[in-house]
T-cell receptor, first 113, second 111 residues
Framework: NAGVTQTPKFQVLKTGQSMTLQCAQDMNHNSMYWYRQDPGMGLRLIYY???????DKGEVPNGYNVSRLNKREFSLRLESAAPSQTSVYFC????????????FGPGTRLTVT | DAKTTQPNSMESNEEEPVHLPCNHSTISGTDYIHWYRQLPSQGPEYVIH???SNVNNRMASLAIAEDRKSSTLILHRATLRDAAVYYC????????????FGKGTKLTVNP
């Protein structure tokens, strides 16, 4: 069991470039999440998917889009990267959103110059 | 959304118990109390969760106040590996699905 995997681990983008962060889980979880963590800060929820076929905004959704490709995969897209999106991005999954623990991936460190 | 309040930092000595407090005065009846921790340069790791009763697992214990307006994460014997940021978060059952982590408590463990 790999748990939650994320690619890439590191990425440097120029302002205006686009990219997609990939996340996959092999635990047959229904719910998946994308968070960002700025230096010295706690995690903030960007988007989540309570179940396959549904996605909803979290606390800081502006500038991002998501796709729940299937039950295993949940991608995060930056259409036009901005320096304010420099952060560490974590993907997580859980059995459901109600009272179940979340399992986190190792993170993607993104720098936008 | 219900919010939590935690001290910014705490310090402990190795092999001593640690009590990490969390206030959640606006908690609703269907909110689960979850604790996570984040070691340096790693993703968060689940520690424990509960609804009303105290809970124990191999990592820690969770003591929940009778009125549920506060809880305490108890590490029975702190080790250097327990040095991390600890987050107390509420997960609402059947309601808003927005999860708020907050800034957490940075625990320093002295050898």
């Amino acid at each position: 069991n790999a748990g939650v995997t994320q690619t890439p681990k590191f990425q440097v983008l120029k302002t205006g470039q686009s990219m997609t962060l990939q996340c996959a889980q092999d635990m047959n979880h229904n719910s998946m999440y994308w968070y960002r963590q700025d230096p010295g800060m706690g995690l903030r929820l960007i988007y989540y998917s309570a179940s396959e076929g549904t996605t909803d905004k979290g606390e800081v959704p502006n500038g991002y889009n998501v796709s729940r490709l299937n039950k295993r995969e949940f991608s995060l897209r930056l259409e036009s990267a901005a320096p304010s999106q420099t952060s560490v991005y974590f993907c997580a999954s859980s059995r459901t959103t109600y009272g179940y623990e979340q399992y986190f991936g190792p993170g993607t460190r993104l720098t936008v110059t | 959304d219900a919010k939590t309040t935690q001290p910014n930092s705490m310090e402990s000595n190795e092999e001593e118990p640690v009590h990490l407090p969390c206030n959640h005065s606006t908690i609703s009846g269907t909110d689960y109390i979850h604790w996570y921790r984040q070691l340096p340069s790693q993703g968060p790791e689940y520690v424990i969760h509960g609804l009303t009763s105290n809970v124990n697992n191999r990592m820690a214990s969770l003591a929940i106040a009778e009125d549920r307006k506060s809880s305490t994460l108890i590490l029975h014997r702190a080790t250097l590996r327990d040095a991390a940021v600890y987050y107390c978060i509420l997960i609402t059952q059947g309601g808003s699905e927005k999860l708020v982590f907050g800034k957490g408590t940075k625990l320093t463990v002295n050898p």
